[in-house]
């Protein structure tokens, strides 16, 4: 250490003293003032506060805070981009069955349980839910007649046609005989159409979801609302979607559907119908989704969200949309390299809720900052920690 102090004086009385002349050698001048009596204890501590001081400095210097921070390697996956919308399911079929004649009401035994059909309960198509019985309706009908008479002219055919062919009747004989049967044959049929009238019969497998209450044995009179059936394997939403989305959505697009009752459970939809105009009043445009819900775990009547995919890469470069800072230079992330966080202005491409892609401003293998990138600057020292 080579420095040269420069010469300076305190005036004591009316004496001027010089205290310290030129120095060169600032050991040995150290040494005289640490000597002298009366500026020994003030140099002593100046002389401890500026080695504490630069010691301070040093340390400062020396051990700058790592910022605790997660990181994750960059991979490259698949993403989808949706247009998202909500609306009610509604069953794709449902029907109310009345009663078509009046007679004494029997509700019949579910073969699956042993019981009474009751609410809930899956009917197959063509299966009998409720009988009716009605003795003078029956008399009425006479179907064990119809059916006698349908066999007797059948016979009585086969007898004109045969005898036809050998020239024992005529042509108009044997015709008579053909109408007799065709006759014989539609009252039969009326007959039974009658008789079925007395049944209540699924038109196609569904659940129950409506059946008044009736004890049997006791009389219903016609017309009387006796099921309701549903099928809800298959169900319907009506959707409204932007105008602006018009040109990107089309009959047959995928679409997801969730419910907030089932968050595991993603059911699969696809466009059924679209609507060409654009409401005026709303700015939007009607659309109809079919939904498979082969496990019926989606209800009739709950209200659904609908994501309708409009984009997909298969592989990408994707990221948390929680992890990107937005500012006036753009989208930034943080990634780590040899300790120390670098900022990267990113570009990117199709997002949905929870995700986006990168197209510029990162490869893979990069390791992105996830945890703790919010109290980050460019260049600053991080400690991984991966929690």
């Known amino acids: 250490m080579n420095q040269t102090f420069t010469k300076s004086t305190s005036r004591h009385g009316n004496k001027l003293i010089r205290i310290i002349p030129q120095i060169q050698d600032p050991t040995n001048s150290l040494n005289r003032l640490m000597q002298s009596k009366k500026m020994a204890p003030w140099l002593g501590l100046v002389f401890i ?42 069953a794709a079929s449902v029907t109310t069955l009345s009663t078509e004649m009046a007679g004494i009401y029997f509700l019949v035994k579910n073969p699956k349980t042993g019981s009474d059909f009751k609410l809930g309960d899956i009917v197959e198509k063509g299966q009998v839910i409720i009988r009716l019985e009605n003795p003078e309706t029956e008399n009425t009908i006479a179907i064990k007649t119809k059916k006698l008479n349908l066999d007797i002219s059948e016979l009585e055919y086969q007898k004109q046609k045969s005898l036809y062919e050998k020239g024992g009747v005529t042509l108009r004989e044997m015709k008579n005989s053909e109408v007799s049967l065709a006759t014989a044959n539609t009252d039969y049929e009326n007959a039974k159409i009658q008789l079925a009238k007395m049944q209540i019969i699924s038109p196609f ?3 129950i979801v409506d059946l008044p209450q009736v004890t049997n044995g006791t009389r219903v009179i016609l017309g009387a609302a006796a099921v309701t059936l549903m099928d809800y394997s298959k169900l319907l939403m009506e959707i409204n979607l932007p105008e602006k989305n018009i040109t990107t959505i089309h009959v047959g697009q995928d679409v997801a559907i969730t419910n907030y009752t089932l968050p595991k459970d993603t059911l699969k939809a696809k466009i059924n119908e679209l609507s060409p105009v654009v409401s005026t009043e709303t700015r939007t445009f009607k659309g109809r989704l079919v939904i498979d819900n082969p496990a019926l775990k989606l209800r009739p009547g709950m209200f659904v969200k609908a994501d309708i995919e409009v984009a997909r890469r298969d592989s990408a470069i994707v990221i948390s949309k929680e992890i990107v800072v937005s500012g006036n230079r753009g989208k930034t992330i943080y990634i780590v390299e040899k300790g120390v966080a670098r900022e990267r ?7 949905n809720e929870t995700s986006l892609e990168v197209i510029e401003g990162l490869k893979k293998n990069e390791r992105v900052v996830t945890k703790g990138f919010e109290t980050l600057r460019n260049n600053s020292k991080v400690k991984i920690i991966n929690q």
Request: aromatic share 4%; proline share 4%; hydrophobic share 40%.
């Open 345 to 351: 202005i990113i570009t990117t491409g199709l997002e």
């Open 49 to 90: 506060l500026f080695m504490a001081s630069c010691g301070n400095q040093g340390n400062q210097v020396n051990n700058e805070l790592a910022i605790p921070v997660s990181v994750s390697d960059v991979v490259k996956k698949p993403i989808v981009q949706f247009i998202s919308t909500t609306g009610t399911a509604t």
């Open 205 to 207: 497998r569904g659940a």
